[in-house]
């Protein structure tokens, strides 16, 4: 099975930084990475889909890089409405998985 | 619009079994592989389980293959979870999803999109 770990697990940052969370798989995974946005009490929400595609209606501050084994996600000037818990996911075969989650907090 | 709405969430005993409902609604849900996330309190996103839009392909983790069953009614654009045998750890919120990527029926893994608001499953005595 492919093993996704995703760094830091806790990010602080202040509105307008500019932060990356990075995603690695065990193995390669090509370009089968999305990127979901959960806040509390909500559903995940998908932000990117084929490493770098910004899903319809998110933000373009949003934005998606990798292939193979490492992954980013990067947002270019954080938002108070940014502050959440970001996950990634395979899905290159099943099982699918996601990595930990990274925790963007309010510094 | 697509909305899923799920359904059957419940206390349970361990080593009970419980069935989760999740209604579809605003695709030709069909055509699309539908999943199983859970997320225990506090903890990070978990996939169990997927189906392929004909049923005739299943997946499962192997945290409860054996333990649950994953199925579909296309015809009442439903999608069900059979979970038996139940332990403490399968406590959580679950979620369906509904595949982005279109496979006809076939079986194909994917990004979710949408999810639903998840129902809640406790196992505790």
């Known amino acids: 099975d492919i093993q996704m770990t995703q760094s830091p697990s806790t990010l602080s940052a202040s509105v307008g930084d500019r932060v990356t969370i990075t995603c690695r798989a065990s193995?390669?995974?090509?370009?089968?990475l999305a990127w979901y946005q959960q806040k509390p009490g909500k559903a995940p929400k998908l932000l990117i889909y084929m490493a770098s595609s910004l899903e319809s209606g998110v933000p373009s501050r949003f934005s998606g890089s990798g292939s193979g084994t490492e992954f980013t996600l990067t947002i270019s000037s954080l938002q108070p409405d940014d502050f959440a818990i970001y996950y990634c996911?395979?899905?290159?075969?099943?099982?699918?998985?996601f990595g930990q989650g990274t925790k963007l907090e309010i510094k | 619009e697509v909305q899923l709405l799920e359904s059957g969430g419940t206390l349970v005993q361990p080593g009970g079994s419980l069935r989760l409902s999740c209604a579809a609604s605003?695709?030709?849900?069909?055509?699309?592989?539908m999943t199983w996330v859970r997320q225990a309190p506090g903890k990070g996103l978990e996939w169990v389980s997927a189906i392929s839009g004909s049923g005739d392909n299943t997946f499962y983790a192997d945290s409860v293959k054996g333990r649950f069953t994953v199925s579909r009614d296309n015809s009442k654009n439903t999608l069900y979870l059979q979970m038996n045998n139940l332990r403490a750890e399968d406590t959580a919120l679950y979620y369906c999803?509904?595949?982005?990527?279109?496979?006809?029926?076939?079986?194909?893994?994917?990004?979710?999109?949408?999810w639903g608001q998840g129902t809640l499953v406790t196992v505790s005595s």
């Open positions: 605003g695709f030709t849900f069909s055509t699309y592989v």
């Open positions: 999803a509904k595949d982005k990527r279109y496979c006809g029926g076939a079986a194909c893994s994917g990004e979710f999109d949408p």
């Open positions: 193995q390669s995974i090509s370009s089968w």
């Open positions: 996911q395979h899905y290159s075969s099943y099982p699918v998985q």
